[in-house]
């Protein structure tokens, strides 16, 4: 993308509209009569705040966006949960409960990313599988680092604690990060390992053609404030394996005859009464209010993508153009952190960045002048941290509720050495290049450029 494009601001929740329609053609007439002052207008309306309620399939919004998710990443099933969080533990125990009925969560090891939001690790624990849960190392592009799990893998299966095919890897794609999928695949084959994607910052990435969130037995999103779709809290969970479509259905709170009400998203009748009375009720679905608030933001899901991978572009070229016309040389302070693979199709919702040495190298320590330069650019208002701070709920060693072992320095030296001096700034699908100007005036007198 060039780095002189003008960009305008892309609507936040506003549907696109399409050639030859109108506003009101787009988005609104799933509505038409609802606004009725009729005693049925009302009843309908009163009736669409829960999925199962939803007396007229054009408001069941939770069926379309399901629908549409399924459709995009390409899964046979989705199922709207009221957070990423919880569809990743689900989709732990739907592994656990479809394939591997007869052991002991203990038997089973969970492999996931030393760097991630703490809902993941937290959602593993939820399952069930803190004592079995292993932390994988950070490459410096922020991904998990393949070869340090291929070589515990090896260690696992040498030291006969763990057996052959007992294993799952959740794998988040953490600030939209995507490893070499290509080579995750073949791991995951030669050493039957079941995957989970965690696609709360990859829906919408993609590998060598292939969406993020389809390579897998169960991938999850998430929809939370910050995410690219945007329904304050919420997540989804997708597959194409019937029995844990109805554990997934049932699990959410689906009682009765009401999963029949899941239409193209319903497993096969024989497959879902084996789990209708054997499923703990967890009470975690989405409401459909949360589902009217998503469905407009589909149509534009893509446009934002290419908005923010626009800013993104924009925001990187023009701060290294006026660090250097500041003083030449000084642009190596700066590093933007790429993406690991050529291939990977990446959305850009964030930018992460590595404060560097005067010589461009990787800095031993953490810069002197870091905790200076945030706190000027967070007075300018803008969401950026550090990623090494202890407190932050990226950094592995805040995730206190893990075994004490796991969350030590030196037990990740690769993450805390890759961690170090990383900056963390949000991107907005609406920002425009007049947003990013305050930006690319970095304050980098507190780095000495």
């Given at each position: 993308m060039a780095a002189t494009m003008k960009l305008a601001p892309v609507s936040p929740v506003t549907p696109a509209t399409k050639a030859g329609e109108s506003d009101a053609e787009v988005g609104?007439?799933?509505?038409?009569?609802?606004?009725?002052?009729?005693?049925?207008?009302?009843?309908?309306?009163?009736?669409?705040?829960?999925?199962?309620?939803?007396?007229?399939e054009a408001c069941n919004f939770l069926l379309k966006c399901e629908k549409f998710f399924a459709d995009y990443v390409g899964m046979k099933y989705a199922l709207a949960l009221n957070s990423g969080g919880i569809a990743i533990s689900l989709g732990l125990e739907g592994i656990k409960r479809v394939i591997f009925p007869e052991d002991d969560v203990d038997q089973i090891r969970v492999y996931s990313n030393a760097f991630t939001f703490n809902a993941v690790p937290a959602a593993c624990v939820v399952a069930g599988f803190r004592n079995t849960l292993k932390l994988i190392e950070a490459t410096p592009e922020l991904t998990i680092d393949l070869d340090h799990w291929e070589a515990c893998i090896k260690e696992d299966l040498e030291s006969k604690r763990f057996a052959p095919g007992k294993m799952i890897l959740v794998l988040s794609y953490m600030r939209g990060r995507v490893p070499d999928m290509h080579k995750v695949m073949d791991i995951c084959k030669k050493y039957e390992v079941q995957l989970l994607e965690d696609s709360a910052h990859g829906y919408g990435c993609s590998f060598d053609g292939q969406k993020c969130g389809s390579f897998g037995v169960v991938s999850t999103i998430s929809t939370q404030a910050n995410k690219l779709v945007n329904t304050g809290e919420g997540g989804m969970i997708l597959t194409s394996n019937d029995a844990m479509q109805a554990f997934f259905i049932f699990s959410a709170g689906s009682y009765e005859e009401l999963w029949k009400k899941h239409e193209s998203m319903?497993?096969?009748?024989?497959?879902?009464?084996?789990f209708k009375y054997t499923t703990v009720n967890k009470s975690v679905r989405m409401t459909n209010i949360q589902g009217a608030i998503m469905f407009p933001q589909l149509s534009?899901?893509?446009?934002?993508?290419?908005?923010?991978?626009?800013?993104?572009s924009v925001l990187m070229s023009t701060t290294i153009e006026k660090l250097e016309a500041l003083k030449p040389g000084s642009s190596r302070r700066v590093y933007f952190i790429p993406q690991v693979h050529e291939l990977v199709g990446p959305v850009f919702d964030s930018m992460q960045m590595q404060i560097r040495d005067s010589n461009g190298e990787v800095a031993a320590e953490e810069h002197p002048g870091l905790n200076g330069f945030l706190k000027e650019m967070q007075g300018r208002k803008h969401g950026i941290a550090k990623f090494s701070d202890p407190a932050n709920a990226r950094n592995f060693l805040s995730w206190q509720y893990l075994k004490p072992e796991d969350v030590l320095a030196d037990a990740l030296p690769k993450t805390t050495k890759n961690l170090l001096n990383v900056c963390d700034l949000r991107l907005l699908c609406h920002d425009t290049e007049a947003?990013?100007?305050?930006?690319?005036?970095?304050?980098?007198a507190h780095v000495r450029i």
């Open positions: 609104s007439t799933e509505l038409e009569d609802t606004s009725s002052n009729s005693e049925a207008g009302r009843q309908r309306k009163t009736d669409m705040l829960n999925r199962y309620q939803a007396k007229e319903t497993p096969p009748e024989e497959v879902a009464l084996k534009v899901m893509d446009e934002r993508i290419d908005q923010h991978n626009a800013m993104y947003h990013g100007e305050d930006f690319r005036s970095l304050p980098l």
